[in-house]
C-alpha cells in the first residue's frame, strides 16, 4: 500500500529557515498536501501542490516536489517561534480534497527564540 | 474563519461499550470525513460520507464503526462495541465540494478516545 515517511523532529532558531522533508511511495499520487497541527488544534492546510508542478511558493511558504525520487519539502522562509508544530505531508493518489488522503507521521518543529 | 467543532474533547469508556463522537461541520459543506491517530502512528482516513451515504471506507471501518447525519447539523461516528485498540484521536472534516475538485479539507480538533 501507499506510505508516507517524514523525519520526527526539527529544531531550527527564530529567523533560520526550515526544511521540512517527506517521501512517499504511490507515483500515482495526483496531489501532495502539507498540513500544520498546533497543540490542542486540528489539522490545517498549510499548501498543496499539483504533481506535474515542481514548485509552488505561498508567501513563506516553498514547496519542492521531485517526482522522479518521490521526494517533496516544505521550506519556511524567516521561521518564527508560532511556526513550531507538527508538520504533516498527506497525498491522495485520486486527487481532491480528503478522498482517502495518506498521511506520514508528521514533523515536529521546534523555533528556538 | 468557519470551523468544525467537535464534542467531546475527551472521552472515556468501558471496553465494550457503545460510544458516539458528534462533530458539527461547516454549516454549508457537503462532504464529511472522520480520520483517527493511534498514539504514535499516522493519521488514517476512516470514511467519507456524501449526500446521507458512504462514499468510501477504510479497511478499518468494519461492522462496528458507522455514521450518521442524524440532522442538518451534526455528523457522528458511532463505535458499537469498543475496544482498547479503538483508542485514538478522532479527527472529524468536511469540505464544500467533492474529492476530485481539491477542495480545502478541515479538520476538527479532535476528540481524544480513551478505551480502559
Known amino acids: 500500500g501507499e506510505d508516507v515517511e517524514q523525519s520526527l523532529f526539527l529544531s531550527v532558531r527564530e529567523g533560520d529557515s526550515s526544511v521540512i522533508n517527506c517521501t512517499y511511495t504511490d507515483s500515482s499520487s495526483t496531489y501532495l498536501y502539507w498540513y500544520k497541527q498546533e497543540p490542542g488544534a486540528g489539522l490545517q492546510l498549510l499548501t498543496y501542490i499539483f504533481s506535474n508542478m515542481d514548485m509552488k511558493q505561498d508567501q513563506r511558504l516553498t514547496v519542492l516536489l521531485n517526482k522522479k525520487d518521490k521526494h517533496l519539502s516544505l521550506r519556511i522562509a524567516d521561521t518564527q517561534t508560532g511556526d513550531s508544530a507538527i508538520y504533516f505531508c498527506?497525498?491522495?493518489?485520486?486527487?481532491?480534497?480528503?478522498?482517502?488522503?495518506?498521511f506520514g507521521g508528521g514533523t515536529r518543529l521546534m523555533v528556538k527564540p | 474563519e468557519p470551523e468544525v467543532t467537535q464534542t467531546p474533547s475527551h472521552q472515556v469508556t468501558q471496553m465494550g461499550q457503545e460510544v458516539i463522537l458528534r462533530c458539527v461541520p461547516i454549516?454549508?459543506?457537503?462532504?464529511f470525513y472522520w480520520y483517527r491517530q493511534i498514539l504514535g502512528q499516522k493519521v488514517e482516513f476512516l470514511v467519507s460520507?456524501?449526500?446521507?451515504?458512504?462514499?468510501?471506507k477504510s479497511e478499518i471501518f468494519d461492522d462496528q464503526f458507522s455514521v450518521e447525519r442524524p440532522d442538518g447539523s451534526n455528523f457522528t461516528l458511532k463505535i458499537r462495541s469498543t475496544k482498547l485498540e479503538d483508542s485514538a484521536m478522532y479527527f472529524c472534516?468536511?469540505?464544500?465540494?467533492?474529492?476530485?475538485?481539491?477542495?480545502?479539507?478541515?479538520f476538527g480538533s479532535g476528540t481524544q478516545l480513551s478505551v480502559l
Open positions: 454549516s454549508n459543506h457537503l462532504y
Open positions: 498527506a497525498e491522495s493518489p485520486r486527487g481532491g480534497a480528503g478522498n482517502m488522503l495518506t
Open positions: 472534516a468536511s469540505s464544500n465540494r467533492g474529492p476530485s475538485t481539491n477542495e480545502k479539507l478541515f
Open positions: 460520507f456524501y449526500n446521507n451515504e458512504i462514499s468510501e
